[in-house]
């Protein structure tokens, strides 16, 4: 089992371009999640997944959107990068009674 | 909003010594979750507390959730170079269909040799 994937792991972007995050997960889990994490302030949840066909604003939703593509996979995109974009980017799955989270390995995002 | 303030930021200690850190919120969680996150990975998850008063215990982290259920703590014993990490609660809630976790900004901690 590879658990969360993550595609890239580094990304370098120019302000204004646009790219899409890609996640996979082989735990036939439900839920799935984006969260960003900068220095000092933590882990946001961005934008997450309760099911397949369902998505729902986190709390730092704007300039991003996602697919639920089928049960195992949920994309990030950024249409138009800003630099306050730059950071690490990482993607969950869960299904279990209390919801713990497993993360992917992040990607690692710079817009310059 | 639900907020998590973990404390200490920072903790650097020599090697066997003892440690806590706390996770406190004034928002009631259904469960309490702890990662731990080394540079270049994601967050792993340690354990989850759910019941008031909850007791865990993971070789020398002893993990406690407080009879409200609004706080945690982590105490690690005899700290060894291995335990150096990002350590990260989390509160559980559950809306819309899924569980949404609020995290803690995360203690570094640093074990000397």
């Known amino acids: ?112 | 909003t639900q907020l998590l303030e973990q404390s200490p930021q920072f903790l650097s200690i020599q090697e066997g010594e003892n440690l806590t850190v706390y996770c406190n919120s004034s928002s009631v969680f259904s469960s309490l979750q702890w990662y731990r996150q080394e540079p270049g990975e994601g967050p792993v998850l340690l354990v989850t507390v759910v019941t008031g008063g909850e007791v865990k215990k993971l070789k020398r982290l002893t993990f406690q959730f407080g009879d409200a259920r609004k706080d945690s703590s982590l105490h690690i014993t005899a700290a060894q170079p291995g335990d150096t990490g990002l350590y990260l609660c989390a509160g559980a809630t559950f809306g819309a269909g899924s569980y949404q976790l609020t995290f803690g900004k995360g203690t570094k901690l640093s074990v000397i040799p």
């Not at chain 1, 969360?4 to 999640?33: E, I």
């Not at chain 1, 099911?51 to 996979?73: A, F, H």
């Not at chain 1, 969950?92 to 817009?111: C, K």
């Open chain 1, 1 to 112: 089992n590879a658990g969360v994937t993550q595609t890239p792991k580094f990304q370098v972007l120019k302000t204004g371009q646009s790219m899409t995050l890609q996640c996979a997960q082989d735990m036939n889990h439900n839920s799935m999640y984006w969260y960003r994490q900068d220095p000092g302030m933590g882990l946001r949840l961005i934008y997450y997944s309760a099911s397949e066909g369902t998505t729902d604003k986190g709390e730092v939703p704007n300039g991003y959107n996602v697919s639920r593509l089928n049960k195992r996979e949920f994309s990030l995109r950024l249409e138009s990068a800003a630099p306050s974009q730059t950071s690490v980017y990482f993607c969950a799955s869960s299904g279990t009674p209390q919801g713990e989270q497993y993360f992917g390995p992040g990607t690692r995002l710079t817009v310059t």
